[in-house]
């Protein structure tokens, strides 16, 4: 992997856009929220938990006293939560900059969402994907809109369990986040592919963080203890994430990440490797489908393939 050259200090200024961010209330998300604000941004703090996004405006306006702060309930375990969040967005603002996709589960033991999905699959993947369907009019009305979506190291294990989706049959954490983060790949790139093909402005970017120390690590035996030994700060898991949302370095359809030399665990953020199979067409034309059967969101005017 080529040696990054990408640091914080070349964010732009970001007055005037409005970047919304899922699950911001901690860690990478938390971090980046941190960056776009500092940059003179307006964002969108959307989380699970109000409570905790109001704390994470305090740990903000810390650094950054002026900062343009908005918080919204979502709950992307819970598709209604989704459809009466974007209702609500767009009675707020006119158009939106920068949709950064970071909330997401990790290894927890087997839950479901409040439709029934296997929560990681439900949460990571599927309610990304039904919060960003209806959200495309708002980016396009934007200049310059981009769409980030955070996936992980963790795609390279994964496997689409077709048939066992959902944890129908049987159930293990470590394969369903990794299944969960396979489809966020696959997803960006395919939306990258359906936007392009229809003439959209949007760019979609995917980017991983390494091994960062987050809470993400607290459903996991010994998650502590890994994270002092190998894990590189939030501060530094969240920049590439910030690069992909805000360079000029950047393409549509790539995908960004720590470069390290061991795993790509840590570093600056560079452009990162992926497996073949997140650009296999028919296999994303087969998630689309699915995912857009199991939400119930359509997406207007995105052709398959």
């Given at each position: ?7 914080p ?12 961010v899922t ?14 604000a ?6 969108i703090?959307a989380?699970?938990n ?13 650094q ?12 992307l ?11 609500a ?7 939106l900059?920068i ?8 290894a ?10 296997e ?6 993947h ?6 960003t ?10 200049p310059?809109?981009?769409?980030v979506q ?33 489809a ?6 395919d ?18 963080p ?11 035996p ?8 190998m ?25 960004y990440?720590?470069?390290?030399k ?9 452009p990162?490797?992926?497996r073949?199979?997140t650009?296999n067409?028919?296999?994303?034309q087969?998630?689309w ?17």
């Amino acid at each position: 992997m080529a040696k990054s050259s990408w640091r914080p200090a070349h964010i732009p200024d970001l007055t005037g856009k409005t970047i919304l961010v899922t699950g911001a209330n901690s860690g990478i998300g938390l971090e980046a929220v941190k960056l776009f604000a500092a940059n003179g941004a307006e964002v969108i703090l959307a989380c699970r938990n109000t409570a905790k996004a109001e704390a994470a405006v305090e740990q903000v306006r810390e650094q950054t006293p002026d900062a343009r702060l908005i918080v919204m309930p979502l709950d992307l375990a819970d598709l209604a939560s989704v459809k009466a969040f974007v209702v609500a967005l767009k009675e707020r603002i006119s158009k939106l900059d920068i949709l950064l996709n970071n909330a997401g589960l990790m290894a927890p033991p087997l839950q479901r969402t409040k439709d029934g999905f296997e929560i990681q699959f439900g949460t990571n993947h599927l309610g990304h994907f039904a919060l960003t369907g209806p959200l495309l009019d708002l980016l396009e009305a934007a200049p310059a809109p981009r769409i980030v979506q955070i996936s992980s190291l963790a795609h390279r294990s994964g496997k689409i369990m077709w048939g066992n989706l959902n944890a129908e049959k049987r159930y293990s954490r470590w394969p369903f986040y990794c299944q969960s983060k396979l489809a966020n790949l696959i997803f960006a790139k395919d939306l990258h592919r359906r936007l392009r093909k229809r003439g959209s402005n949007i760019q979609v970017m995917a980017a991983h963080p390494g091994y960062s120390a987050t809470h993400l690590q607290d459903t996991i035996p010994g998650g502590g203890l890994f994270n002092k030994v190998m894990a590189q700060p939030a501060e530094m898991g969240c920049l590439p994430g910030v690069m992909a949302a805000t360079s000029d370095e950047v393409v549509s359809g790539g995908y960004y990440g720590p470069d390290g030399k061991i795993l790509e665990l840590r570093g600056y953020p560079a452009p990162a490797f992926a497996r073949k199979i997140t650009d296999n067409e028919g296999l994303a034309q087969r998630l689309w489908d699915e995912s857009e059967r199991l939400t119930g969101v359509r997406y207007l005017n995105t052709q398959g393939h």
